[in-house]
C-alpha cells in the first residue's frame, strides 16, 4: 500500500508525494511502550505524516476511529473541544491548561482497548512531560508526538524523557521524494533540488521567484525567529552574520577561532570563541545546520575542531546568500551528507595520517581527507564526493586517500559524471549521483 502526503498546489491540483520511509518507521515503532518522537526541522511534513499518513494506516489495520485520540495543540477547533482559546492563552502568556486535556483524553476512553494518542506541536502544553511520562503507564496507550524546534529539540528528549522518548529524526524531502511530484527529467530535478531544497511547500510552488520568496520568509519568520525566541538572542545580528559566514563556507573546515578572526577582520566585531559556540549550538538544535566532526581513521579517534557544517535544507542556504553563490561542487556534498544522514548512517569527515618523503628526503607527515566516513551498526563506508571525474590525475586525486586505508570496508566514489557502477582494480566502487540517490540499495551494488 503507498502512503502519500497531499498538498495542494497553486492551481489547486492534488500533489502526491510519497513518504514510505518515515511510515514505516513509525509503523516498527508501534506498542514499543516508548513515547515515540518526530522530530526535524520545521515544515519538513511531521504533523501530516502524523495525523494523515500514520492516521490511515492505523485505519487501514482495522484500528476503530474512536481509539485514535488526535490533537493539534496549534489548532483553534482542537482547542475549543477542551474549552480553550487561543486568544486568551496569548493574551495571558500561558500554554495549554493540563489538566482540561487530560479531562478531555479520559472521556474518550470508553473501554480497555488500545488508543492510540496522536499530539501534534505538544509543547504548547504545559508541564506536557509530565503528562506524557504519565500516560506511558497506561498499558493500553500508544503515543505519538511532534513538536516544533522552539522548544522540543533532542536534546531536551534525552532529559525530559529519561531514556522512554523513542526519537525518529525526519528531513525535509529527499531526491526520491522531490522526483515523485518533479515534472521534468532527473537532471533537470537535481539542478533545482540542490538551488530550492526539499521544503514540501517551496516544491509545491510555481515559478523560481516564488520558490525564493518563500524560502526568504520561511528563514526569517519561522526558523530564526523560532532561534530568537529559544535562545532569548539580543544580538541578532551576530547570529545572522555567522549564518551568513556559514552559508558561504558549506563543506569547509571551521573552527570557533577561525569564525572570530573572520569576525574580527571583516566585521571589526570582538565577539568570543564562546559566544560562536554558543550561536552554533543553537543552530544546531533548531536542525537547520549539521555538524560533521573529524574521525581519524588509522588513529580510531575523534578530532574536536575543526568541523563541517552542512545545512539540513539546501534551498535555505541558498535563500540566506540570496542565490548569489552556487557551487555545485560544496552543494553535491551537501546533498550527499543529508541523503546519507536520513537513511540513517552516522557520518564523519575522514582524516588519514599518511607519511611521505619531501624534496629534500625528508619524511613529512600529512593529513588525506575522505569527505565521508558512514557507520550503522557493523556496517562501514568510505566515500568521496567527486563532482567530475575528467581525468586520471583527477580520479588518482580522490582515490588516493581511500587507498590509504587499510581496511577491509567499502571504499565509494559519488560522481556527477553519468557512468554506470564500475569498480577498478583497487575494489573501489565508482556510481554516479542520481543513481546513488535514486536506488537506497546502490552503494551495495
Known sequence: MQHVAKISSKEGELMEIRRDFYLDKLIKRKHNGLIKIITGIRRCGKSYLLNNIFYQHLLSCGIDDAHIIRFAFDSADDLQKIGESPIAMGKEKRGVNPEKFMAYVNSRLADEGMYYLLLDEVQEMDCFEAVLNGYLRKANMDVYVTGSNAK?????????FAGRGDEMHMYPLSFAEFMSVYPGDKYMGLAEYMLYGGIPAVVLREGTAEKAAALQNLLSEIYLSDIYKRNR???????EDLLNILASAIGSLTNYEKLKNTFKSVKKSKITSTTIKK??????DSFLIEAASRYDVKGKAYIDTPKKYYFSDLGLRNARINFRQFEQTH??????????????????VGVVPIAVRDDSGNVVRKQLEVDFVCNMGSVRYYIQSAYSLPDEMKRAQEVRPLKNIDDTFKKIIITKDIVPAYYDEYGILTVNIYDFLLDC?????
Request: proline fraction near 0%; glycine fraction near 4%; hydrophobic fraction near 35%.
Open 331 to 348: 552543494s553535491m556534498e551537501n546533498v550527499i551528507y543529508n541523503e546519507l544522514c536520513m537513511r540513517g548512517y552516522s557520518v564523519d
Open 441 to 445: 540499495d546502490s552503494l551495495e551494488k
Open 233 to 239: 538572542i539580543r544580538n541578532k545580528g551576530e547570529m
Open 279 to 284: 550561536y552554533l549550538d543553537c543552530l544546531e
Open 152 to 160: 522540543f529539540l533532542s536534546k531536551d528528549i534525552i532529559t525530559e
